[in-house]
Nanobody, 128 residues
Framework: QVQLVESGGGLVQTGGSLRLSCAAS????????MGWFRQAPGKEREFVGV????????SIASSMKGRFTISRDNPKSPVYLQMNSLKPEDTAVYYC?????????????????????WGQGTQVTVSS
């Protein structure tokens, strides 16, 4: 059973930045597309973005495009979510999720049930 561990959350002021990371417990963890989701209190889980295991491109939700980026150095490396120009409405628990894929460039997208593994989440709070 693969465990995903997110880190990097915290409290930041409006306009600030945070970088979240997601690492897998299994050193042989390869060939996984990685997605980021978030869930604010009282709201449904929301897709943030995804990166294939090739890392060649990413897909970011339109409401976060231009502020959030996802990256990874190689298929085995942690995945990062860089969040800039943060707003109070970005306050949520952020989760990473993994989907094993055959194609190096496949991105599962925003459907959570497609993902095989989930992290425990990390809290991001943006103060106004």
């Amino acid at each position: 059973q693969v465990q995903l561990v997110e880190s990097g959350g915290g409290l930041v002021q409006t306009g600030g930045s945070l970088r979240l990371s997601c690492a897998a417990s299994d050193p042989t963890f390869v060939n996984y597309a990685m997605g980021w989701f978030r869930q604010a209190p009282g709201k449904e889980r929301e897709f943030v973005g995804v990166i294939p295991w090739s890392g060649r491109w990413t897909s970011i939700a339109s409401s976060m495009k231009g502020r959030f980026t996802i990256s990874r150095d190689n298929p085995k490396s942690p995945v990062y979510l860089q969040m800039n120009s943060l707003k109070p409405e970005d306050t949520a628990v952020y989760y990473c999720a993994a989907k094993k894929t055959v194609s190096s460039d496949y991105m599962p997208g925003g459907i959570g049930t497609l993902y095989d593994y989930w992290g425990q989440g990390t809290q991001v709070t943006v103060s106004s």
